[in-house]
């Protein structure tokens, strides 16, 4: 994927800052609003989303709203009322169905946390429609959980809009189908297939950061391996430093291998991951692969002041040639083999060493080295539970017929 010039590029940290800005930009609709999320709740500051989107229904503005089967099994009876009467269309991606995540294809799961405002303003991240302060499975949190966004203008929001259209129509077209409506079910996937009419572009205003930007798309159709091939170049031409920050972080042959090779040639690597516990999988099945990168002098730190959800990465901040990433995609083979993902990647060095300065300060005051030698005497039952996590994370990928 080539980077193209004329973006304007902001770094958003956390919910709280991410729900301002787009209530604002929300509230200067004015054609047309695209949003899609893995989870849609309607907790706390979540709910001023919705209100947002109401609102802007209401004064005629074309509202899109998609959201996961799983992340978000459905909406809540009186939102669905009251996006009804407000005119917001929504959708819900994948549906589980009766026998649920028993069918290993309906793994495959919309992660995106895309946002297209009058196909001109964009948001791209891994921040989800939750309150910062919540969690759907452990309730109130002490701390908020830490994650990032982008605000964009530029080239990329058309891009954007573009395959959310595709997605949208797609949708559409599954739906009249099972409705045995085959003319509109033909006119869906033909419009899945062409430009929406209604996207417009238009360059960032004068005076606005320029920066050179792009936007990396995983799906299972056209872009299986783009965000994987994106981090392995990036990795492949570090000089000094990277730093990634990963909520879910199992990395495959490829990545160990790339991250291995650039700390055995003199390059600081530092991850950034998980230090509470979430999820048995994800928390479990990564420790396996500590072993083998700390041998190598790759430096791991565990998130403690909350819940890390961030899926961003910084190259070489402080060179002529920075890279930095932020989207939805976690480095493990539930985001690079199955799920549709959206990272926005950044070659400005103002933005790099901006993320840098955030992620640094989170392993110096917020995190725990991961020592070697704490790690490997660990106790049994730990390196039970994480073996299980693990053989079971390859069976589910022998499942889906992938290798990573």
Not at 78 to 107: K, Q
Not at 198 to 226: C, F, I, M, Y
Request: charged share 20%.
């Amino acid at each position: 994927m080539s980077l193209r010039d004329g973006h304007q590029i902001r770094l958003i940290e956390g919910g709280q800052a991410y729900f301002e800005a787009l209530v604002a930009a929300l509230e200067q609709a004015r054609s047309q609003v695209h949003i899609e999320t893995y989870i849609f709740d309607f907790h706390g500051a979540a709910s001023r989303v919705a209100e947002a989107l109401e609102r802007a229904a209401l004064r005629g503005v074309r509202v899109w709203v998609v959201v996961d089967g799983v992340g978000t099994l459905a909406l809540p009876l009186a939102w669905r009322e009251r996006f009804a009467r407000a005119g917001v269309d929504w959708r819900i991606y994948s549906p589980l169905g009766t026998l649920g995540l028993l069918i290993p294809s309906r793994w495959r799961r919309l992660h995106r946390k895309l946002c297209v405002i009058d196909g001109h303003l964009a948001f791209c991240g891994g921040i989800n429609i939750l309150d910062d302060w919540y969690d759907p499975h452990h309730g109130a949190l002490l701390q908020p959980r830490l994650d990032f966004a982008v605000c964009a203008r530029g080239a990329l929001v058309q891009q954007m809009q573009e395959t959310m259209a595709q997605l949208w129509w797609r949708i559409e077209g599954v739906r009249h189908v099972r409705q045995q409506q085959f003319p509109e079910a033909f006119s869906s996937f033909r419009a899945a297939g062409l430009h929406a009419p209604w996207v417009q572009h238009t360059e960032p205003p004068e005076g606005h950061l320029v920066a050179k930007a792009g936007l990396l798309l995983r799906d299972n159709v056209l872009n299986r391996s783009q965000i994987e091939r994106a981090y392995l170049k990036a990795i492949g031409a570090a000089r000094h430093e990277i730093v990634i920050a990963n909520a879910y972080f199992l990395p495959g042959r490829r990545l160990r291998k790339a991250l291995i090779h650039a700390a055995q040639r003199g390059v600081r690597v530092r991850l950034l991951l998980q230090g509470r516990y979430e999820y048995f999988m994800q928390y479990h099945a990564a420790r396996p692969v500590y072993g083998v990168l700390l041998d190598a002098g790759v430096e791991i730190h565990e998130y403690t002041a909350s819940f890390l959800h961030a899926k961003v990465a910084v190259v070489d901040p402080d060179n002529d040639r920075p890279w930095a990433t932020v989207g939805s995609s976690n480095l493990d083979p539930l985001s690079l083999l199955l799920a549709r993902e959206a990272n926005v990647v950044v070659a400005d060095k103002a933005f790099a060493k901006q993320l840098h300065q955030r992620l640094h300060l989170a392993i110096e005051q917020q995190s725990t080295a991961v020592v070697a030698a704490h790690y490997t005497q660990r106790p049994w039952h730990q390196r039970l539970r994480d073996r299980i996590a693990f053989g079971l994370m390859r069976l589910a990928l022998f499942l889906t017929g992938n290798r990573y």
